[in-house]
Structure formats: structure tokens, C-alpha cells
């Protein structure tokens, strides 16, 4: 495997052409303080697979793809917003 990062992160927006907004969240130990402290970051990464708001996925780190894209989505690992699709559907 190659040297990429990846992280995993949660999509909260994907209001934009091929681009999504993945919240990666982070817990860690401060090191002088020794409180735990919990960190987001909030990444643009290109989609090819269609992500829908509240999937997990994992981002890989690639070349510029543009100004604020540096991250493609690699694979959907859990499925949340197609229970939406479906709620939608049965009240038809």
C-alpha cells in the first residue's frame, strides 16, 4: 500500500458538483495538560460514488485537485442517508 493518508469522517454537506464535505473527528490527550480534547476538521473531497449526508467514508489524500480539494472519497463504508430514500418512498 501507498504512503496516503487516510482518514475516516462523517459527510455533512454534498450540495456541490462531484464534492462532498467529510467532519473527521479526533480524540486525543493533551500533553501537558492531560485533559481530553476533541478535535474536528472539515475536509472537501472529490466524489465519484454519489455519497449521500451521514455516510461514513474514507478519504485518501491526493494531488490538487483543485483550490480547497486535496482528498477523494476512496469507498463508502456505511450507508445512513439511504434510509431517507426509503422513509421517502413508503409515505408516497
Not at 489524500?61 to 430514500?85: D, N
Amino acid at each position: 500500500m501507498n504512503e496516503r493518508r487516510r482518514l475516516t469522517g462523517i459527510v455533512t454537506s454534498n450540495r456541490m458538483d462531484k464534492t462532498v464535505v467529510v467532519e473527521v473527528a479526533r480524540t486525543y490527550r493533551h500533553p501537558l495538560y492531560h485533559k481530553v480534547v476533541h478535535a474536528r476538521q472539515k475536509l472537501k473531497a472529490h466524489d465519484e460514488f454519489g455519497c449521500a449526508i451521514g455516510d461514513q467514508v474514507l478519504v485518501v489524500e491526493t494531488a490538487p485537485i483543485s483550490k480547497e480539494k486535496t482528498w477523494m472519497v476512496q469507498s463508502i463504508i456505511k450507508h445512513e442517508g439511504k434510509r431517507l430514500e426509503v422513509a421517502e418512498e413508503a409515505t408516497e
